[in-house]
């Protein structure tokens, strides 16, 4: 199947700006008649027709899709914005990225001056997603999409990993593995999705006839930093834990950082485990075990559903789409 030409390839042919290319579709400013002349025939020369561009134009879009992360830091959503462009771009849209640094006033606030912006599209990647935090931009009429919601609403598509299912299957694969002592580092609030994989984790723990013990439990920010602080607190207890579930890979990372200066043999005094499988996951020694996330395809996801809610191609329900977990065995656990 051939390639579908964007604005963005007749102006490199052409040697101008996409803008000046809009120009010369729109005829609202003045373009020199060389110019004109010159992206015309490129137009011609490629097959271009600026019908996408000029629909645009009597909607009065923008061609923007924003992205509003909690951690532009975290590899995670690098990933997802890569898999995001994968999809939009062909079709002319940019991603506009918003780090909030995962405070739900940040996130609010950033919600509100994107529908300023007067973006096309929002995709809301908040630590505990809500479908009141996008309220602005429904109410705008915006297409939204939450990744990592709990519930599909009114207009709101939800994209998310299945975090329940994923929080058991991590504790199950450490209790196959001999691990009966499993601590977890959590996020800084008991909601969202950290709280379905604890919830996970304490089903696993049930199932297989484990007490739960909630000192076990410790809550700190979803960074490596967060990470470190968690297992000092875990290893200062009577009676350490002899595995630890990190409600994220960055995390994981930074109880591993603390388990190499405790001088703690992985996986044998201490079994880690992430979720995610973000790229360092895979390169860091030892290798982190952890539960796959494939952020890039879970990006190039939500770039479809957006897409179909403008072209007007997609179902006026929204919809709920699951990520299913798996292990990803490797060197910690």
């Excluded at 002349?37 to 924003?66: F, K, Y």
């Excluded at 739900?104 to 599209?121: F, G, I, N, W």
């Excluded at 994923?166 to 959590?186: D, M, N, S």
């Excluded at 379905?196 to 490596?224: C, H, I, M, P």
Aim: glycine letters at 10%; hydrophobic letters at 45%; charged letters at 25%.
């Amino acid at each position: 199947m051939a390639k579908r030409v964007a604005i963005s390839d007749v102006a490199a042919r052409a040697g101008v700006s996409p803008t000046t290319v809009s120009h010369v579709v729109s005829g609202r400013r003045h373009v020199s008649e060389v110019t004109r002349a010159r992206v015309r025939s490129v137009m011609d020369e490629l097959g271009w027709e600026p019908n996408q561009l000029a629909r645009s134009l009597r909607m009065q879009r923008t061609q923007t899709i924003a992205l509003i992360v909690p951690d532009i830091t975290n590899p995670f959503y690098p990933s997802v914005a890569r898999g995001l462009l994968d999809v939009v771009s062909e079709p002319g849209y940019q991603v506009l990225i918003g780090n909030t640094d995962g405070s739900p006033s940040a996130e609010k606030d950033l919600v509100a001056r994107m529908v300023t912006r007067s973006v096309d599209a929002i995709v809301f990647a908040g630590y505990y997603s809500k479908a009141g935090d996008v309220a602005a931009a429904v109410e705008a009429g915006i297409p939204v999409a939450l990744m990592g919601g709990r519930r599909a609403s009114v207009g709101i598509d939800v994209l998310t990993s299945d975090d329940l299912a994923a929080g058991e299957i991590a504790t199950r694969y450490l209790i196959g593995r001999g691990y009966h002592r499993i601590a977890f580092i959590t996020g800084p609030s008991g909601d969202g999705p950290p709280a379905d994989r604890v919830k996970g984790y304490r089903r696993a723990l049930t199932s297989a006839g484990l007490r739960f013990n909630s000192q076990l439990v410790v809550r700190e920010e979803f960074s490596r930093a967060g990470g470190a602080a968690g297992l000092q607190k875990l290893l200062e207890l009577r009676k350490p834990p002899r595995a630890v579930l990190c409600t994220n890979d960055m995390v994981a990372i930074g109880a591993l950082d603390v388990a190499r200066a405790r001088g703690l043999r992985v996986p044998d005094d201490l079994a880690v485990m992430g979720f995610d499988d973000i790229e360092a996951a895979a390169l860091i020694s030892p290798s982190l075990t952890t539960i796959a996330g494939d952020p890039r395809e879970q990006g190039r996801a939500v770039g479809r559903v957006l897409l179909g809610r403008l072209e007007g191609t997609a179902s006026s329900l929204p919809q709920r789409i699951l990520f299913a977990p798996s292990v990803v065995p490797r060197e910690s656990a």
